[in-house]
């Protein structure tokens, strides 16, 4: 089995050493070091599932300074072992460079973040083999622990398929295409094993095996990770933290590894996993650490469809770059934890002030996934980011109600929804809660709210104790317990289209999670700043499209970028991304670098073209695009409209005259450039047929004849874990899995219960993160519609026939 590393020498899975190979290429080994370097984790055997190390570093240290000090003296590394606070080894950070060609060191070096193209590796693992390779450790667990399961034969036959492919994708040969199709049906396979495994044996709950294979997700998160685990398993040692000391003197730099030591520690630590972002705070410090953590949440802000202006990034980003620094490094005197852990102590809170449709609610939407992933990306992947909206704009008799504080935790309040979020039975560590409190109402004194009184609740409530608001009252004994006034993991959302008043803001700030609040003017996106974001986003999309290859992109746009609501704008941008994708895909080009032009012409349509390719596009009904030339970009597409054009021969209805329309929508589908698609209609068979043709197609999954009238669309708070929904039907198949799903609306109120499930945003139960809400990428919504189509449903359908 090949091993982690660039070297020349490979071993037997029991270890000892094979003959050496003849020496590789330069460019052999520049490919091996960077993408083949992160293959070789799935370069396994049936007999030996899984990576081993290089023989010299196979003997076991278990928990003892002495042997680990042995074994990285023996590998070139400068060590010392300090006696305080407690005993642990230091690793000197000038010693952690490769002198001399050293396989062994490789990969200590790879593990310690220190390898001389970390930074490729890590891209390369992230982008291309990250998610097989825990597809191929989530194998090895289901066989270990559902013996009973595995030996069904439905069950092995997945896990021998799965098992094959992830070996197989190890192989020299395999190209990074090849591992990113594979990576994205990762999902989809993890969902059918589980599936398999439940039904197999019953015992077994599909949570239960979520939950593993999100442990091997966060525990390889990195390649420096995945090596650790590997280091750590084969020796049988657990660690207790890592820490960084920096110093003036690059000499005196190190690494400090403290050991779990039964004789000191009352518990064993949890498993250990580094900071993802390791590397670079290794080697540029936890300042330029934040900076990307900052640039990667506007990132993902725009990602999900919102451009923050430079306005509002000047505004948040002084508290952001507070908030990250105090999870990161809390005091800049002590040396750094390299643990993963993301522990804010800076209270982050903002009043958001604007007119409607200024997108205040659309930031706060996106606030949560964005910081969630951004957490997720640099400071540790097992934090969850969950969310808790509370709208203000009520009658003050009902907001009492909800704030009240009650004598057990179990009233399912909105303060014990908020306390609870931070931390469920599912987490294995305690994580942040946006809290967004909407539509603060204005001041005025006969106004129901008032938004004085509404301030002063919230002070009081949040500060754990119940009864009026009183200025010069000091708080109870023991209030502090029962309030969550201190806790910075909670962040602090206000949006209002009225100023926040002084006296209202002094109730706020009695708290200490308002003591930082900030309030600041949101406006519509329009002018410059609009031509800006769509220049921005659609960039962000070809570049998403082909993240393997990170190509430079340099897209003229010159079309019309409306006013007012942005969501028009961003659906057509993804539309004409689609398109460029489309015509540069096989262009060599896409590679390095992509150069293209879109414009809209005097008549209203529009040319994309890049080098010597064009396509013309005009606008069909509800805003798609079209080409103008008939043409199919997937073979399914064809498959679909064929069997339409099929079932509807010699119909007088326009069926066949809209074919195009639907054969573009559908290609739009596949390449999941509209999530979801919707398509509505008041023909049953129509529906029927079209869920039934796209549902039959090669990956995708199909869910017919769903009456929202009988059938709940999601769970409430207050149903059963177990209650049927058609939100945890979508998850089983996995997270952006292809879906159809037949939905017949009889009456104007079954249209009424599925606005949600069928809007672009997000599906998210009481209890939801961005990471367990249904994201509606890969999901197609046949709706039959019994009589008028409703306007919930026609603002949100891409396609009425």
Same mark, same amino acid.
């Given at each position: 089995?090949?091993?982690?590393?660039?070297?020349?020498?490979?071993?037997?899975?029991?270890?000892?050493?094979?003959?050496?190979?003849?020496?590789?290429?330069?460019?052999?080994?520049?490919?091996?070091?960077?993408?083949?370097?992160?293959?070789?984790?799935?370069?396994?055997?049936?007999?030996?599932?899984?990576?081993?190390?290089?023989?010299?570093?196979?003997?076991?240290?278990?928990?003892?300074?002495?042997?680990?000090?042995?074994?990285?003296?023996?590998?070139?590394?400068?060590?010392?072992?300090?006696?305080?606070?407690?005993?642990?080894?230091?690793?000197?950070?000038?010693?952690?460079?490769?002198?001399?060609?050293?396989?062994?060191?490789?990969?200590?070096?790879?593990?310690?973040?220190?390898?001389?193209?970390?930074?490729?590796?890590?891209?390369?693992?992230?982008?291309?083999?990250?998610?097989?390779?825990?597809?191929?450790?989530?194998?090895?667990?289901?066989?270990?622990?559902?013996?009973?399961?595995?030996?069904?034969?439905?069950?092995?036959?997945?896990?021998?398929?799965?098992?094959?492919?992830?070996?197989?994708?190890?192989?020299?040969?395999?190209?990074?295409?090849?591992?990113?199709?594979?990576?994205?049906?990762?999902?989809?396979?993890?969902?059918?094993?589980?599936?398999?495994?439940?039904?197999?044996?019953?015992?077994?709950?599909?949570?239960?095996?979520?939950?593993?294979?999100?442990?091997?997700?966060?525990?390889?998160?990195?390649?420096?990770?995945?090596?650790?685990?590997?280091?750590?398993?084969?020796?049988?040692?657990?660690?207790?933290?890592?820490?960084?000391?920096?110093?003036?003197?690059?000499?005196?730099?190190?690494?400090?590894?403290?050991?779990?030591?039964?004789?000191?520690?009352?518990?064993?630590?949890?498993?250990?996993?580094?900071?993802?972002?390791?590397?670079?705070?290794?080697?540029?410090?936890?300042?330029?650490?934040?900076?990307?953590?900052?640039?990667?949440?506007?990132?993902?802000?725009?990602?999900?469809?919102?451009?923050?202006?430079?306005?509002?990034?000047?505004?948040?980003?002084?508290?952001?770059?507070?908030?990250?620094?105090?999870?990161?490094?809390?005091?800049?005197?002590?040396?750094?934890?390299?643990?993963?852990?993301?522990?804010?102590?800076?209270?982050?809170?903002?009043?958001?002030?604007?007119?409607?449709?200024?997108?205040?609610?659309?930031?706060?939407?996106?606030?949560?996934?964005?910081?969630?992933?951004?957490?997720?990306?640099?400071?540790?992947?097992?934090?969850?980011?969950?969310?808790?909206?509370?709208?203000?704009?009520?009658?003050?008799?009902?907001?009492?109600?909800?704030?009240?504080?009650?004598?057990?935790?179990?009233?399912?309040?909105?303060?014990?929804?908020?306390?609870?979020?931070?931390?469920?039975?599912?987490?294995?560590?305690?994580?942040?809660?946006?809290?967004?409190?909407?539509?603060?109402?204005?001041?005025?004194?006969?106004?129901?709210?008032?938004?004085?009184?509404?301030?002063?609740?919230?002070?009081?409530?949040?500060?754990?104790?119940?009864?009026?608001?009183?200025?010069?009252?000091?708080?109870?004994?023991?209030?502090?317990?029962?309030?969550?006034?201190?806790?910075?993991?909670?962040?602090?959302?206000?949006?209002?289209?009225?100023?926040?008043?002084?006296?209202?803001?002094?109730?706020?700030?009695?708290?200490?999670?308002?003591?930082?609040?900030?309030?600041?003017?949101?406006?519509?996106?329009?002018?410059?700043?609009?031509?800006?974001?769509?220049?921005?986003?659609?960039?962000?999309?070809?570049?998403?499209?082909?993240?393997?290859?990170?190509?430079?992109?340099?897209?003229?746009?010159?079309?019309?970028?409306?006013?007012?609501?942005?969501?028009?704008?961003?659906?057509?941008?993804?539309?004409?991304?689609?398109?460029?994708?489309?015509?540069?895909?096989?262009?060599?080009?896409?590679?390095?670098?992509?150069?293209?032009?879109?414009?809209?012409?005097?008549?209203?349509?529009?040319?994309?073209?890049?080098?010597?390719?064009?396509?013309?596009?005009?606008?069909?009904?509800?805003?798609?695009?079209?080409?103008?030339?008939?043409?199919?970009?997937?073979?399914?597409?064809?498959?679909?409209?064929?069997?339409?054009?099929?079932?509807? $021969?010699?119909?007088?209805?326009?069926?066949?005259?809209?074919?195009?329309?639907?054969?573009?929508?559908?290609?739009?589908?596949?390449?999941?450039?509209?999530?979801?698609?919707?398509?509505?209609?008041?023909?049953?068979?129509?529906?029927?047929?079209?869920?039934?043709?796209?549902?039959?197609? $090669?990956?995708?999954?199909?869910?017919?004849?769903?009456?929202?009238?009988?059938?709940?669309?999601?769970?409430?708070?207050?149903?059963?874990?177990?209650?049927?929904?058609?939100?945890?039907?979508?998850?089983?198949?996995?997270?952006?899995?292809?879906?159809?799903?037949?939905?017949?609306?009889?009456?104007?109120?079954?249209?009424?219960?599925?606005?949600?499930?069928?809007?672009?945003?997000?599906?998210?139960?009481?209890?939801?993160?961005?990471?367990?809400?249904?994201?509606?990428?890969?999901?197609?919504?046949?709706?039959?519609?019994?009589?008028?189509?409703?306007?919930?449903?026609?603002?949100?359908?891409?396609?009425?026939?």
């Amino acid at each position: 089995v090949d091993h982690m590393t660039s070297g020349n020498n490979i071993t037997n899975t029991d270890g000892s050493p094979l003959a050496k190979k003849a020496k590789l290429s330069e460019k052999a080994n520049e490919e091996l070091s960077g993408f083949g370097a992160c293959k070789a984790l799935l370069r396994t055997t049936v007999e030996s599932p899984v990576p081993t190390l290089p023989s010299s570093l196979t003997p076991k240290t278990k928990n003892s300074l002495e042997k680990l000090q042995l074994l990285f003296d023996k590998h070139g590394f400068r060590t010392s072992v300090v006696m305080s606070p407690r005993p642990a080894l230091s690793i000197y950070k000038d010693s952690c460079i490769l002198l001399s060609p050293s396989e062994a060191k490789e990969v200590l070096l790879m593990m310690l973040g220190m390898h001389t193209n970390q930074d490729d590796m890590e891209r390369w693992y992230a982008v291309s083999v990250k998610k097989v390779y825990c597809l191929s450790l989530f194998c090895i667990m289901l066989r270990k622990l559902c013996p009973e399961a595995a030996q069904n034969f439905a069950v092995d036959a997945l896990l021998l398929e799965n098992e094959a492919l992830c070996r197989s994708m190890g192989a020299a040969e395999t190209t990074t295409d090849e591992l990113n199709r594979i990576a994205t049906t990762v999902s989809e396979r993890v969902a059918s094993l589980i599936q398999a495994a439940v039904k197999a044996d019953t015992r077994i709950r599909s949570a239960q095996l979520e939950h593993e294979f999100n442990r091997h997700t966060y525990r390889n998160s990195t390649i420096s990770n995945a090596i650790a685990q590997l280091f750590l398993t084969a020796h049988g040692c657990s660690i207790k933290d890592i820490y960084f000391k920096r110093s003036h003197m690059p000499k005196y730099e190190r690494i400090t590894v403290y050991l779990y030591d039964p004789d000191i520690d009352e518990f064993k630590p949890p498993p250990f996993t580094f900071l993802p972002s390791l590397h670079c705070l290794l080697e540029q410090g936890p300042e330029a650490l934040v900076q990307g953590m900052i640039k990667s949440f506007w990132s993902h802000l725009l990602r999900h469809g919102y451009f923050a202006t430079p306005a509002i990034c000047s505004e948040f980003t002084p508290d952001l770059e507070k908030y990250f620094l105090s999870g990161i490094a809390q005091n800049p005197n002590i040396p750094l934890l390299l643990n993963a852990h993301f522990t804010p102590s800076y209270a982050l809170s903002f009043y958001l002030k604007g007119k409607a449709g200024a997108g205040k609610s659309s930031l706060v939407r996106n606030f949560c996934p964005a910081l969630n992933a951004t957490v997720e990306e640099h400071a540790d992947p097992e934090i969850l980011v969950r969310f808790v909206k509370q709208n203000l704009n009520k009658p003050f008799e009902d907001l009492q109600l909800e704030l009240e504080l009650r004598p057990n935790n179990n009233d399912l309040s909105v303060m014990s929804i908020i306390q609870g979020r931070r931390m469920t039975m599912t987490q294995s560590k305690p994580g942040l809660v946006v809290v967004d409190l909407e539509e603060m109402a204005s001041n005025d004194p006969d106004a129901n709210p008032n938004q004085l009184k509404t301030a002063q609740l919230i002070s009081q409530r949040f500060s754990g104790r119940n009864g009026d608001y009183k200025a010069d009252a000091k708080a109870p004994r023991n209030s502090d317990k029962r309030g969550i006034s201190g806790d910075a993991t909670l962040i602090t959302l206000f949006t209002s289209n009225y100023e926040l008043e002084k006296e209202c803001k002094d109730a706020l700030l009695r708290l200490k999670m308002f003591e930082n609040l900030k309030c600041m003017v949101v406006t519509a996106v329009s002018g410059d700043d609009r031509s800006d974001f769509a220049h921005a986003y659609i960039q962000q999309c070809v570049q998403d499209r082909f993240a393997n290859l990170a190509p430079e992109c340099s897209i003229e746009l010159n079309i019309s970028m409306g006013e007012g609501d942005t969501r028009i704008l961003v659906r057509r941008l993804r539309l004409l991304a689609f398109y460029l994708c489309s015509l540069v895909a096989d262009s060599e080009s896409v590679k390095s670098r992509i150069v293209a032009k879109i414009a809209q012409t005097a008549s209203g349509t529009y040319i994309v073209s890049s080098g010597d390719r064009s396509i013309e596009l005009k606008t069909s009904s509800l805003q798609n695009l079209l080409p103008v030339e008939y043409r199919v970009f997937d073979s399914r597409t064809e498959i679909v409209v064929d069997g339409l054009r099929e079932s509807f $021969k010699g119909d007088e209805s326009n069926i066949l005259n809209r074919l195009d329309e639907i054969s573009q929508i559908l290609d739009f589908y596949f390449a999941k450039a509209l999530a979801p698609v919707v398509v509505v209609s008041n023909n049953a068979e129509l529906i029927e047929k079209l869920v039934d043709l796209v549902g039959v197609q $090669k990956d995708v999954q199909m869910i017919p004849h769903v009456d929202p009238k009988s059938y709940k669309m999601m769970k409430s708070l207050y149903d059963p874990s177990d209650t049927p929904n058609l939100r945890d039907d979508i998850l089983k198949f996995g997270r952006g899995a292809f879906v159809a799903v037949e939905l017949e609306c009889h009456s104007k109120d079954a249209q009424l219960r599925i606005r949600e499930i069928i809007e672009d945003s997000p599906s998210m139960t009481a209890f939801s993160t961005s990471k367990s809400a249904l994201y509606k990428d890969g999901l197609f919504f046949g709706v039959y519609v019994d009589g008028e189509i409703t306007p919930e449903v026609l603002s949100r359908a891409s396609l009425i026939i």
